[in-house]
DNA sequence: TGTACATCAGTGAACGCGCGTTCACTGATGTAC
DNA sequence: TGTACATCAGTGAACGCGCGTTCACTGATGTAC
C-alpha cells in the first residue's frame, strides 16, 4: 500500500519541482552566482515571496539541483562502465551511452560541468562529494573486473577518477558540439573513443 | 632603441592592468557572469564610468583575463611536456612544475578552470581558443619525441587533449588543496603521477 | 624654448530599474472531536 | 458526517539599495608651429 501524499504536500511538490526546471532552464545562459531569485519567480510564475517556502537561497536551490542532475548521471555511470562485450566493443557503447545522455539531459550536464568549478561553494562540495561517490562505485565495478586482478586500491581508485573526469570532459565536449555543424559531433566521438583505448592499453600493460 | 610609452599611455596601460588584477581577486569567489561594473571600479579605487575608458563590459574585461590567465601557463607546458629525464622522473617534475604553478598563479588558475565552462560565451570561446592553441603546442613537442615514432597525426592530437585536460584537471585539484589539511597536497601529488604513469603506459604500448 | 590648441583618461551627478527581504494577509487543506 | 479550529503555501505592498549607462565636465598631457 502506497503512501498518499495530501493534496497540500502534492502541490508543494509540484511547484518545487516547477522552481528546479524553472532555474535549470536559467541556467542554460547564466552561471548560478548571478541567477536572481526573482528571476527564477518570475519564470515559474508565482510571488517572489513564495522562493522561501521551498529555498533558502538560490544556492540552496542549487545543491537541490546538484542532487536533481547527478541522480540522472547514476545510471548511465554504472551501465557505461559495466557494458558487455571486448574492449573495442565497449568503448564504442560507453561513448554511444554519453552522447545519449547528453541528448536526453542537456541542462543537466551543463549545470554540473559548469558549476564543479563556479563560484558558489556549498554547491562545488556537493558536486566534489557526489562524484566522489561515483567514483566509488565505478571503482567497485572495476574491480569486479577479472582484469584487475593484482591491483591494489589506490591504483582502482586513480583509474575510477580517470574514468569518471574522462566522461564528464567528454559529456560537456559532445554538449558544445550540439550548437556546431553536425560533423563536430563525430570528431567528438572519435576522440573520446581513442581517449579511452589508449587508458585502455594503459590498463592492459599496468602491471608489465 | 625601445619605444617608450608617453606618460598618458603609461598611466592608462596602469590603470588597465588595475582593472585586471581588481576583478581576478574579486573572481576568487565568484563568477565573471556576477561580476558587477561597480564592483570592479570601486575596488580599484575609481569612479564606474572610468571602467568604460578600457572595456565595452565585464565580458570583455573576462576576454582579456583569459589572455593574461593562459599567458602565464604558456610557459609551465612547454616545460612540463618537455621535461628530461627517464620516464618516473619525468612525471615527477611534471607534476612538481603544475604544483609550483598553482602556488604561484593561483587566481589565474581559478579564473580559467571556472569560466571554461562558464556561463559568459566569448570568455568560454576565448578559453577554447587558447588551449586548441595549447594542445597544438604540446602536440608538436610530442612529435619530436622519438617515442612517437609511427604515431598518426590524430593519435597524437589525442595525446596531447589528454595532457592538457589532465594538466588543468590535476591544477584545479591543487588549487582546492590549497584551503585543505596539509596532506591533501600529498594525495593530489601521488594521484596525478598515478595517472600520469597510466597514460605513459598506454603511450608505451600504443602501437603493440 | 614658448605659446596656443587638441586630445582624452578620469569625474560626478543623475536616471530609471530590478534586486532581496520584511511583513501582515488570505483562503484552501488538514485535523480533532 | 458535520463543525470548529489550526496549519501553511502562496500573496502583494513596501523598503532601501546598488546596479549599468548617459552626459557634460575638467585638467593634465600631447602636438604644431
Known amino acids: ?24 532552464a536559467l541556467l542554460e545562459e547564466q552561471s548560478l552566482s548571478s541567477l536572481g531569485l526573482r528571476e527564477v519567480t518570475r519564470a515559474v510564475g508565482v510571488a517572489p515571496t513564495a522562493f522561501y517556502r521551498h529555498f533558502r537561497s538560490t544556492a540552496d536551490l542549487g545543491v537541490a539541483l546538484v ?6 548521471l547514476h545510471p548511465m555511470v554504472r551501465t557505461t562502465v559495466s557494458a558487455a562485450g571486448d574492449s573495442e566493443e565497449r568503448i564504442k557503447r560507453a561513448v554511444e551511452l554519453i552522447a545519449r545522455h547528453v541528448d536526453g539531459y542537456p ?4 549545470f554540473i560541468a559548469r558549476e564543479r568549478h563556479g563560484g558558489v561553494q556549498p554547491v562545488r562540495e556537493a558536486i566534489r562529494d557526489q562524484l566522489a561517490r561515483f567514483a566509488e562505485e565505478v571503482k567497485a565495478e572495476l574491480a569486479d573486473d577479472p582484469q584487475a586482478h593484482g591491483w591494489n586500491d589506490e591504483d582502482l581508485g586513480m583509474l575510477a577518477h580517470l574514468y569518471v ?10 554538449l558544445e558540439a550540439q550548437e556546431a555543424p553536425a560533423d563536430e559531433r563525430e570528431r567528438v566521438t572519435a576522440l573520446a573513443r581513442r581517449q579511452l583505448r589508449l587508458i585502455s592499453v594503459g590498463r592492459r600493460h599496468w602491471l608489465d
Open 1 to 24: 500500500m502506497s503512501h498518499t501524499l495530501g493534496v497540500r504536500q502534492a502541490q508543494k511538490q509540484k511547484t518545487r519541482q516547477a522552481f528546479l526546471d524553472a532555474a535549470l
Open 67 to 72: 542532487d536533481e542532475a547527478l541522480g540522472s
Open 107 to 110: 541542462a543537466h550536464v551543463r
Open 165 to 174: 573526469d574522462q566522461m564528464l570532459l567528454t559529456a560537456s565536449l559532445f
